[in-house]
């Protein structure tokens, strides 16, 4: 088993420019979560899902959207990137709810300039 | 308010000494607390967990305890390997309402030396 997935590992966007972030994971969880990590913030969950098809905010949702059209795909949408999305981005999930063990991907450095 | 404090921010600490991280934490309804471990450029793992009528849990090298009547954890690691070295993450969940909510304290970023 492959875990939690993410791609790209790393991406250079330039202010206004658009992306998505792709997590897969095939462990067949309920769950699954976006966050964002900064230096001295912690990891701060951004959207998250609780099961194919639905989706809800986290607590800093602005600027980004999310989509989960399939059980083990959880997409992140960058509309318009702005030099404050700058962070290491981690998707994770979990079998049942959020008190459950998650299970995280490598992570994904984005860079705005 | 709902909080997770941890402590140091980071520790150094020489090859096969032992140490002790510290979480403390204000979350209502407690419902679990879990250690994360979160090597350089890689995502946290779980490393244990900590239901409200368990005091000491162990991992091999690592042993976390939990005092929930003064609402703090601690992470201790014995005889320090240089794989050690990584940012260790203490997050508490609060059941409410059928919802389950998480809250992550900032990690203490530990260094072990040769």
């Known amino acids: 088993n492959a875990g939690v997935t993410q791609t790209p590992k790393f991406r250079v966007l330039k202010t206004g420019q658009s992306m998505t972030l792709l997590c897969a994971q095939d462990?067949?969880?309920?769950?699954m979560y976006w966050y964002r990590q900064d230096p001295g913030m912690g990891l701060r969950l951004i959207h998250y899902?609780?099961?194919?098809?639905?989706?809800a905010k986290g607590e800093v949702p602005d600027g980004y959207n999310v989509s989960r059209l399939k059980k083990q795909n959880f997409l992140l949408g960058l509309e318009s990137a702005a030099p404050s999305q700058t962070s290491v981005y981690f998707c994770?999930?979990?079998?049942?709810?959020?008190?459950?063990?998650?299970?995280f991907g490598p992570g994904t450095r984005l860079t705005v300039t | 308010k709902n909080q997770v404090e941890q402590s140091p921010q980071s520790l150094i600490i020489l090859e096969g000494k032992n140490c002790t991280l510290q979480?403390?934490?204000?979350?209502?309804?407690?419902?679990?607390l879990r250690w994360y471990k979160q090597d350089t450029g890689r995502g946290p793992v779980s490393l244990t967990i900590?239901?409200?009528?368990?005091n000491t849990k162990s991992n091999g090298r690592y042993t976390a305890t939990l005092d929930a009547d003064t609402k703090q954890s601690s992470l201790h690691i014995t005889a320090s390997q240089l794989s050690d070295s990584a940012s260790y993450i203490c997050?508490?969940?609060?059941?409410?309402?059928?919802?389950?909510?998480?809250?992550f304290g900032k990690g203490t970023r530990l260094h072990i030396l040769p």
């Open positions: 994770a999930s979990s079998y049942h709810t959020r008190a459950y063990e998650q299970y």
């Open positions: 462990m067949n969880h309920e769950y």
């Open positions: 899902s609780v099961g194919e098809g639905t989706t």
């Open positions: 979480c403390n934490y204000t979350v209502s309804p407690f419902s679990n």
């Open positions: 900590m239901t409200f009528s368990e």
């Open positions: 997050v508490v969940s609060a059941t409410m309402n059928r919802d389950d909510k998480i809250i």
